[in-house]
């Protein structure tokens, strides 16, 4: 079935450096993106999403890039810090059908560990 | 606002007995979801509920699992005849109306069957 994947399971940073995410999905009618980070023993955290209809979106320290044309996106991180050690998910949903709601297809998770 | 809200956060079942797992959503919100997550994996998504109406349990197994969201009170996602293979990490989330309605997350009731 369609699913959502991730390239790298985890992610070693150095503090203060610029981190990358990366994230491929397989459902070319996919209608909304979205980065999630998780800490250990919690719930996922909302971070940034994108439409289908846009190719950028930037956040505070975060940016999500979404390119339709390899069906691939990608979660940067200026500037990490400490606080940024989590793993980190993307999600997906189909095209919007209100009745339907907005169920999430879930990737694998990105470890992301910030050197000091 | 409190955010949403799950418990047990820690729950203790012997194969063969009953789990049920509570959520209060946000305020305001009418939509909710449950994820299953396995150690070391994503969530998955397990049912849809809008207030007293299931809308799509497509993840959700057959057998032993159902899931309510009545009029007053949270949402129960209720597990009969508890397996090992039940254990893991149950989330709720929840939202506004959708549709590109931000789902806010529960802190998740981990589920351990001896």
């Known amino acids: 079935g369609e699913s959502v994947g991730l390239h790298l399971p985890t992610l070693s940073v150095q503090e203060g450096d610029n981190s990358i995410i990366n994230c491929a999905y397989s459902?070319?009618?996919?209608?909304?993106f979205i980065w999630y980070k998780q800490e250990s023993g919690k719930g996922p955290q909302f971070i940034i999403d994108?439409?289908?209809?846009?190719d950028k979106r930037q956040g505070q320290r975060v940016t999500v890039l979404l390119n339709k044309t390899v069906k691939h996106l990608s979660l940067q991180i200026a500037a990490t810090q400490p606080g940024d050690s989590a793993v980190y998910f993307c999600?997906?949903?189909?095209?919007?059908?209100?009745?339907?709601?907005?169920?999430?297809?879930f990737g694998g998770g990105t470890r992301v560990l910030v050197k000091p | 606002n409190a955010g949403v809200m799950q418990n047990p956060r820690h729950l203790v079942r012997r194969r063969g007995q009953e789990a049920r797992l509570r959520c209060s959503p946000m305020?305001?919100?009418?939509?909710v979801y449950w994820y299953r997550q396995l150690p070391e994996e994503g969530l998955k998504f397990m049912v849809y509920?809008?207030?007293?109406?299931?809308?799509?349990e497509s993840g959700m197994p057959k057998e032993r699992f159902s899931a309510e969201f009545p009029k007053e009170g949270p949402s129960i996602l209720r597990i009969q005849q508890v397996v090992r293979g039940d254990s893991a990490a149950y989330f709720c989330?929840?939202?506004?109306?959708?549709?590109?309605?931000?789902?806010?997350f529960g802190p998740g009731t981990r589920l351990t069957v001896l």
């Open positions: 989330a929840s939202s506004r109306a959708p549709p590109y309605n931000e789902q806010f």
């Open positions: 459902n070319s009618a996919s209608d909304y």
């Open positions: 994108i439409r289908s209809n846009m």
């Open positions: 999600a997906e949903t189909p095209p919007m059908i209100k009745a339907a709601g907005n169920k999430l297809t």
């Open positions: 305020k305001g919100h009418s939509h």
């Open positions: 509920l809008q207030k007293e109406n299931i809308i799509d």
